[in-house]
């Protein structure tokens, strides 16, 4: 029937969904196929829905338009219908005015949240759901268990590619009609089922970034939208050492794109004085100014649909992909956390997500509303720091 390998995918493949019609969000990628096949063979009604964010001007490159075309391409390999949504409205309202505003307003905002908050766990649920799905399944790697209390989301068998950190604001209702086909695989593996049934997608490259950017850089897309708006590159002390072309295009922990030689370290962005219009940088990827053991945030979120008992001990990421810092959770005013890291932390980023875990279980997250003091606010030596 099936090889070795795909029959052990096959067996390992978890639902809380018995039976019924599948929905599975295609995005034209590996993942999103080698779910929409797997569920296939495991004998579900299984239904592609591509989902069109984004509306590209005339002559420019539209990365879309390539993926639907593999999305339709992988639909009659596999052997199942798909059709097009388009959400580019909504998109627009909901994730990138959003962007923009916080750009403008010396953040750095993560659109990756906002789509599956919005968008994704939300609209194309609601699309899924329309068309008679009983749930909607992605190719996102992270897992949904089923207990008496609720629904957990837990991370990923391949912690290398794990996302329970973008899908943070899943809430119970959408937890409880999604699928995570790929929770039990590793990248490595679906590449090979893909091949072995012959997808189109088997060695296409994952897509990085931020989605509507694709593989342009990332001032050049966003130059029509904010403009330049030079100001000042000054060091925390007040010494003026160039001109940058608008705070939007920056963020906290950046080396690249100063324009700064001379000798001794390289050069980081510090910080951002809006009123100013400063862009704050120091000297050494190592200087105390990047960093700090504490961090406000706010609009929380927390996957049981209420926070533990805070003060809370438990582990989180401030961005994707880092190892897990140990820290405290407790409640600050106005609805806001602080969290205090046992070591401190480089590059502490406003609106960036700080997410939550207690073991395999993501807890939760929210957006950092401001960091604490950093070191050198606080006067101290940084004697040694691994990330």
Request: proline share 5%.
């Amino acid at each position: 029937m099936y090889s070795q390998e795909i029959d052990s995918a096959l067996e390992q493949v978890h639902s809380h969904i018995d039976q019924g019609r599948i929905v599975v969000g295609m995005s034209g990628g590996v993942d999103s196929a080698v779910s929409a096949a797997l569920l296939k063979a495991k004998g579900y009604d299984v239904v592609g829905l591509f989902m069109k964010n984004w509306e590209e001007e005339s002559g420019d490159a539209c990365p879309a338009e390539a993926d639907a075309r593999d999305v339709a391409q992988v639909a009659k390999v596999i052997g199942i219908p798909f059709y097009t949504v388009n959400f580019t409205k909504e998109y627009w309202e909901e994730v990138f005015e959003h962007f923009l505003q916080e750009l403008k307003e010396g953040l750095t905002p993560n659109p990756d949240v906002l789509c599956n908050r919005e968008v994704k766990f939300k609209k194309l649920l609601d699309k899924a759901l329309g068309i008679g799905g009983a749930a909607l399944a992605t190719g996102h790697y992270a897992s949904n268990r089923s207990t008496p209390e609720g629904f957990l989301l837990e991370r990923a068998l391949d912690s290398t590619k794990d996302q329970t950190y973008f899908l943070y604001t899943a809430t119970q209702a959408s937890l409880s009609k999604t699928i995570f086909p790929l929770s039990h695989l590793n990248k490595l593996e679906v590449r090979k089922i893909a091949r072995a049934l012959s997808l189109p997608v088997a060695d296409k490259k994952d897509s990085t970034g931020i989605c509507f950017i694709g593989e342009r850089k990332f001032k050049d897309f966003l130059k029509p939208y904010l403009g330049n708006t030079p100001g000042d590159m000054r060091t925390p002390e007040g010494r003026f050492l160039g001109k940058h072309c608008g705070l939007p295009y920056y963020t906290i922990g950046q080396r690249k794109g100063l324009g700064i030689g001379g000798d001794g370290e390289a050069w980081f962005v510090a910080g951002k004085d809006v009123a100013s219009n400063q862009l704050i940088i120091v000297q050494g990827a190592q200087h105390p100014s990047l960093f700090a053991d504490e961090l406000t945030a706010k609009e929380a979120h927390w996957i049981r649909g209420e926070p533990p008992a805070l003060p809370v001990r438990c582990t989180a990421k401030i961005r994707y992909r880092q190892p897990d810092q140990h820290c405290v959770v407790r409640q600050g005013e106005a609805d806001t956390l602080i969290v205090s890291f046992d070591t401190p932390q480089r590059a502490i980023t406003p609106q960036q997500a700080v997410v939550f875990y207690d073991g395999q279980s993501c807890l939760g997250g929210a957006f950092i509303k401001a960091r604490g003091p950093s070191y050198l606010e606080m006067g101290k030596k940084l004697f040694s720091f691994d990330e």
